[in-house]
């Protein structure tokens, strides 16, 4: 169930929103689909009083839909997509992909076998997860005293309803949501982290694999060098110890991603191609919202200086709107919890 829900529904949503050319495009605007469509429902579902139980299998009711559509429309893609170039892979190549796959692997071992985190902040989102089980309510309930709350008690928690998805995909899963939350969801994060890691870096060095594969072993180095100086203040360190965290998500899926795509914009010269990233974009900034309090700030900022650096660059001007619509809910977000 949780394969179903992380990787193939993500995938089949993707495919039918977006037409990208790469297939990990295409996944990461589904998973982004599909965490804009939990977050709508969170809030209606909290604000209603609804529950939890009910809203999980609309929530998997929608996706499955969607991913049905989008493998009936576009399955075939999966098969016609290049997964990269194909040229011959030369020795030093493929010592340097063994080393950063064993680092990735050893990385989720470790942060899944052992590693702990005793945080008030960490705690408190487990807590609403599993009160959010228990009390079969959309973070409705005090995670001390279980007592029932008003609505939008604590606004940048209940806007940010990361936790909650831990507690729906152990409905459907039949597990507990800590399980969810601290063991399972690593399997996909810190993997998901690292892929759009080497991407941003195929950016830069374009299809010099030994190069980019070399950065992006140095860049895990200098990752783990940055984690150990900087214990409990980076993202760094967030994702080696608690990458299952909104804040940790935030900084190490959602931003890279947000970069990602306004790089791909940049090398993207068809305006209808363009048009499939700027949706992916738009998901990514609403699934900001969803993700973590942080972001309601983090991503209007880089949004407005990578849209002003690419604007400047491309003279796309036209564009404009794009980059205020993607503004749009991480800044609604932010109004609301300040004021």
């Known amino acids: 169930m949780l394969i179903l829900c992380l990787l193939i529904l993500p995938l ?3 495919l039918a929103l977006c037409r990208a050319r790469k ?7 589904g998973l982004m689909a599909s965490w804009t469509v939990f977050e709508l429902l969170a809030m209606i579902f909290h604000t209603m009083l609804w529950s939890l139980r009910v809203m999980a299998g609309i929530w998997m009711g929608i996706c499955v839909v969607v991913a049905m559509a989008g493998y009936l429309r576009g399955g075939q893609q999966i098969f016609q997509t290049r997964w990269g170039e194909h040229k011959p892979w030369n020795t030093v190549q493929k010592i340097l992909l063994v080393l950063v796959g064993a680092f990735v692997v050893l990385q989720t071992v470790n942060t899944v076998f052992g590693t702990y985190y005793g945080n008030w902040d960490d705690e408190t989102y487990c807590a609403v997860a599993v009160t959010s089980w228990y009390t079969d309510t959309v973070y409705r309930c005090s995670t001390t005293a279980g007592t029932l709350l008003a609505p939008f008690h604590n606004v940048k928690y209940v806007l940010a309803s990361w936790p909650v998805y831990s507690a729906a995909l152990a409905i459907l899963g039949g597990l507990h949501p800590a399980v969810v939350y601290r063991t399972l969801l690593p399997l996909l994060e810190i993997p998901a982290f690292w892929w759009i890691g080497g991407a941003i870096l195929t950016m830069f060095f374009r299809k010099d694999r030994t190069r980019t594969l070399m950065s992006l072993l140095l860049f895990q180095l200098l990752f783990l060098v940055a984690a150990e100086k900087m214990t ?20 190490g899926m959602v931003v890279p991603l947000i970069l990602w795509m306004m790089m791909e914009l940049y090398d993207t010269p068809g305006a209808a191609q363009r048009l499939t990233l700027w ?3 738009f998901l990514a900034s609403c699934a900001a919202c969803f993700v973590s309090a942080s972001l309601f700030f983090v991503v209007p900022v880089q949004l407005a200086l990578w849209g002003a650096v690419y604007l ?20 609604i977000c932010a109004v609301l919890t300040l004021f």
């Open 232 to 251: 409990g203040t980076g993202i760094e360190w967030w994702m080696v110890v608690n990458c299952w965290t909104g804040k940790s998500v935030g900084g």
């Open 23 to 29: 297939l990990t495009l295409v996944y990461f605007g």
């Open 12 to 14: 089949g949503m993707g």
């Open 312 to 331: 400047l660059f491309t003279r796309r001007y036209r564009e404009t709107a794009g980059i205020c619509l993607c503004l749009l809910p991480p800044s």
């Open 279 to 281: 949706k992916i974009l």
